[in-house]
């Protein structure tokens, strides 16, 4: 069946340093992959996606690439500030709507 | 443009009581999909609807658990005879296009059920 893994351990790191998110997945051929973010209380709010015949996506200080050849998505958060301390949620598109990986909460420290 | 509304935010249920929850999509927006979120889990998908008519329901429980989306007013998520089980958060999303592009989510409801 179809999974998706994101590193379940929190992620901190300094602020101004660049932080990697990690999705793998298994089982799987999707078409596209969308990033979302997600604070507590709250719902997702999209970020990114990116199409399978496209190796990197950039948004301000965000960049996103998609290798599926290793099943595998890297979201990079550039000179990360405290307020992008959140649960970032990778999202792949399934048969009718989206199938979503648990999450990796990154924690910026001032 | 508003953006997607759910209400109500916090729902408190005794276990065999029904819950009600509602979702206004974003303007012009006809796709409604729902989501549950357990603590510490990532969001499950639930059933996708358009105006009128349920697309796939594949990921809510056949028993108790039904939903809408009525030609007019809100889409309805329905929990029959809630147990403790059900207790989570749940989140609607709505899109433009009948394909999972991005999606745009409401804030959730916070049903426990006691």
């Known amino acids: 069946s179809q999974k998706i893994e994101q590193n379940s351990e929190a992620l901190n790191i300094q602020e101004g340093k660049t932080a990697t998110l990690t999705c793998n997945y298994t089982?799987?051929?999707?078409?596209?992959l969308q990033w979302y973010r997600q604070d507590p209380g709250r719902g997702p709010v999209f970020l990114l996606l990116?199409?399978?015949?496209?190796k990197e996506k950039r948004k301000e200080r965000l960049k996103v690439t998609f290798d599926t050849t290793l099943k595998q998505s890297l979201f990079h958060i550039t000179a990360s500030q405290p307020a992008d301390s959140a649960t970032y949620l990778c999202a792949l598109e399934g048969r009718r709507a989206l199938t979503f990986g648990s999450g990796t909460r990154l924690q910026v420290q001032p | 443009n508003a953006g997607v509304m759910q209400n109500p935010r916090h729902l408190v249920r005794r276990r065999g009581q029904e819950a009600r929850l509602r979702c206004s999509p974003m303007k012009g927006h006809s796709h409604v999909y729902w989501y549950r979120q357990l603590p510490e889990e990532g969001l499950k998908f639930m059933v996708y609807?358009?105006?009128?008519?349920?697309?796939?329901e594949s990921g809510m429980p056949k028993e108790r658990f039904s939903a809408e989306f009525p030609k007019e007013g809100p889409s309805i998520l329905r929990i029959q005879q809630v147990v403790r089980g059900d207790s989570a958060a749940y989140f609607c999303?709505?899109?433009?296009?009948?394909?999972?592009?991005?999606?745009?989510f409401g804030p959730g409801t916070r049903l426990t059920v006691t």
């Open positions: 609807l358009q105006k009128e008519n349920i697309i796939d």
């Open positions: 089982n799987y051929s999707p078409a596209y």
């Open positions: 990116i199409r399978e015949n496209e």
């Open positions: 999303a709505s899109s433009p296009r009948d394909e999972p592009y991005e999606q745009y």
